[in-house]
């Protein structure tokens, strides 16, 4: 793929990397770059990060006692920010820039096509894995009907079985696995009529119950659930938003969610906290980057000047 789609910082711009405690509810800066623009964190069970950037891994300690190194792959294309940690820690699912789905080992090595993935008339968005690891849930783009054409669909690691979970019009993504694997959740436009007001939800694996979750005024994305499944954080942009653009002002929230099966009571999630106000979006959260024990997570900003 000659066409080079990594994002680079703007002049005058930085990366941070940050790591906010639930108990404290505090933020720490654990890296500042001025010369990769890092994106999406992921959080190893060895405390780990995994990143995006220029379209490779990176990878660094989540106390930022040491810089980004480049996880050295081969035989993948340029990655997008879509990477999800398989289960069993030794290996991470990715997205490349080509549209397709690739299985990688996480410490570095030949990254493998998932079988069917590499189809020319579809994209396909990794957002979640199986709690089992058999299965990947990714949104699907037509790219002849452009960004708004997204579904939520389920595939096996192997390539077998491609499922479809929604369909129809409704531009869906961020599909990812609650922690038991019972519900899938998401943001999509199928509870609006204005264009780009995507809200959260959750739909079974089969493409039943699917259910709103926040009704808020702002522009919500990207749920991720803790790995307990007490807590879920997701990013919210100003009204009228289209899509996940990048550097605009942005709010992370936290829910504390009220059962196992990760709802907040019968209002869905409207009673949130907004705890973080940034400068970011694209690439400050888009993939599960919970530390392994619910009580941290990190996150991405781009401040300017």
């Known amino acids: 793929m000659s066409e080079r789609w990594a994002r680079r910082l703007a002049d005058c711009q930085r990366c941070r990397v940050h790591v906010y405690d639930t108990v404290s509810r505090r933020s720490e800066v654990v890296h500042v770059d001025e010369q990769t623009l890092l994106e999406a964190p992921n959080w190893t069970a060895s405390g780990d990060l995994v990143l995006n950037g220029d379209g490779d891994l990176w990878t660094m300690p989540a106390d930022g006692s ?72 990714y949104i699907a783009i037509d790219p002849a009907a452009g960004w708004g054409s997204g579904t939520v669909r389920t595939i096996g690691v192997d390539g077998s079985d491609d499922r479809a979970v929604t369909s129809g019009a409704g531009a869906d993504d961020g599909s990812e ?31 039943s119950g699917l259910e709103q979750l926040t009704f808020g005024d702002r522009v919500s994305w990207f749920p991720h659930l803790d790995p307990t499944g007490a807590r879920a954080v997701f990013i919210s942009f100003p009204a009228g938003t289209l899509g996940h653009p990048a550097d605009l002002p942005v709010r992370l929230h936290l829910v504390d969610l009220d059962g196992a099966d990760g709802a907040a009571g019968a209002d869905g999630w409207r009673g949130e906290d907004a705890i973080v106000d940034l400068l970011g979006g694209q690439g400050t959260i888009n993939v599960n980057s919970w530390a392994p024990d619910g009580l941290r997570f990190a996150y991405v900003d781009y401040p300017v000047g």
């Open 66 to 137: 040491r810089a980004p190194e480049r996880i050295p792959l081969t035989g993948a294309p340029e990655l997008n920010n879509d990477h999800v940690l398989d289960p069993d820690g030794l290996r991470i699912h990715l997205s490349g820039n080509d549209g397709a789905l690739y299985i990688a080992p996480l410490a570095g090595g030949r990254a493998e096509l998932v079988p069917g993935t590499g189809d020319a008339g579809i994209r396909h968005f990794l957002h979640g894995v199986s709690p089992d690891g058999a299965r990947l849930a």
């Open 177 to 207: 696995y609650a922690p038991d694997g019972a519900w899938i959740y998401l943001n999509t436009e199928r509870f609006s009529h204005q264009p780009g007001h995507a809200q959260i939800a959750r739909v079974r694996p089969d493409g």
